[in-house]
């Protein structure tokens, strides 16, 4: 049973930066596609980024394409989401994910065997 914890979540000033970690425990680390999604209130819990278990393969959805980058340390089971240029459309809770898969960078929700219990990002405009 995969563990997740995230952390780094805060308050910060429109164009600002925020990065997230995600840190694994109680399972092999490079079995998962690693994941991040966000959910606002009121909305679906929509796909931010994903990473191959090797790094070699990243997705992002098209509304941070350029200003997040996701990446991941194998050696510290941890996962990062750098996030530059917020807006206030980026606030949310933001989930990380683990996926069983060591072929692609998984995207869909339903893909995910893991999930953290999330990290609060407001975006003050």
């Known amino acids: 049973q995969l563990q997740l914890v995230e952390s780094g979540g805060g308050l910060v000033q429109a164009g600002g930066s925020l990065r997230l970690s995600c840190v694994a425990s109680?399972?092999?680390?490079?079995?998962?596609?690693m994941g991040w999604f966000r959910q606002s209130p009121g909305k679906e819990r929509e796909f931010v980024g994903s990473i191959r278990w090797d790094g070699g393969r990243t997705n992002y959805a098209d509304s941070v394409k350029g200003r997040f980058t996701i990446s991941r340390d194998n050696a510290k089971n941890t996962v990062y989401l750098q996030m530059n240029s917020l807006t206030a459309e980026d606030t949310a809770v933001y989930f990380c994910?683990?996926?069983?898969?060591?072929?692609?960078?998984?995207?869909?929700?339903?893909?995910?065997?893991?999930w953290g219990q999330g990290t609060q990002v407001t975006v003050s405009s």
């Open positions: 994910a683990a996926g069983f898969s060591r072929v692609a960078a998984l995207q869909k929700q339903s893909e995910y065997n893991y």
């Open positions: 109680g399972g092999t680390f490079t079995a998962y596609s």
